[in-house]
Structures are given as C-alpha cells and as structure tokens.
Nanobody
Framework: QVQLVESGGGLVQAGGSLRLSCAAS????????MGWFRQAPGKEREFVAH????????YYADSVKGRFTISRDNAKNTVYLQMNSLKPEDTAVYYC????????????????WGQGTQVTVSS
C-alpha cells in the first residue's frame, strides 16, 4: 500500500531553519507531482509548495516564497522542504501529499497523504 512518512519537524526559534523529509513507498514516486501543505490549530489546511514529478518546476505560496525550498530525490523516493527564516506563524503540522489533479494549490487534487510532522516556531 502507499505510504508517505514525514519527518524532521521540531521546535525551533524564530529565524531558525528546519528540513522536512517525506519518504514514499508503494507507488511509482517519479510519476507524481508532490506537494507540502500545513495546518495550524483552528485553521484550514493550506498549500505551501509543489514540485513536479521530474523536479524541474516548483511553486510556492506567497507566505513562504523566498524562505522555503522544495526539492526531491527520485532515486530515494523522497521529497524535502527546506525551511529558513522561520516565523512563529509557520507553526503548524506539515503534510506531504501526492498530486493527481491539475490544480496544485487545491488539496482536493491530492490523493495520498502522510500523517504529518509538527513544526513549532517560538518567538
């Protein structure tokens, strides 16, 4: 069965960095565009970043553009999210997901999801 397992979350001070990983199994990873989403307490899950199946193209939410970088290693079936200059408002559970539809920012276009990893940024 398909599994997506996120890791790398934790507690960091504002201005710090974290690198999230999402390891995939049970699917042809290189065939899927991959996205990162996040959900803060009491808020809806929101789009963070997307990378195409080949890794040739990326797209970011305005709120993270210039601070976060999405990348992937198809040989390792893993997608990454490098997060720099973290802010308290980045605090959320971060999820990776496989995209099946056209609209990369719409979570309904993603079919497989990981369990999430908590990121907490202290001020």
């Amino acid at each position: 069965q398909v599994q997506l397992v996120e890791s790398g979350g934790g507690l960091v001070q504002a201005g710090g960095s974290l690198r999230l990983s999402c390891a995939a199994s049970g699917l042809t990873f290189s065939s899927y565009g991959m996205g990162w989403f996040r959900q803060a307490p009491g808020k809806e899950r929101e789009f963070v970043a997307h990378i195409t199946s080949s890794g040739s193209s990326t797209y970011y939410a305005d709120s993270v553009k210039g601070r976060f970088t999405i990348s992937r290693d198809n040989a390792k079936n893993t997608v990454y999210l490098q997060m720099n200059s973290l802010k308290p408002e980045d605090t959320a559970v971060y999820y990776c997901a496989t995209r099946r539809g056209i609209y990369i920012t719409d979570l309904t276009n993603y079919n497989y999801w990981g369990q999430g990893t908590q990121v907490t940024v202290s001020s």
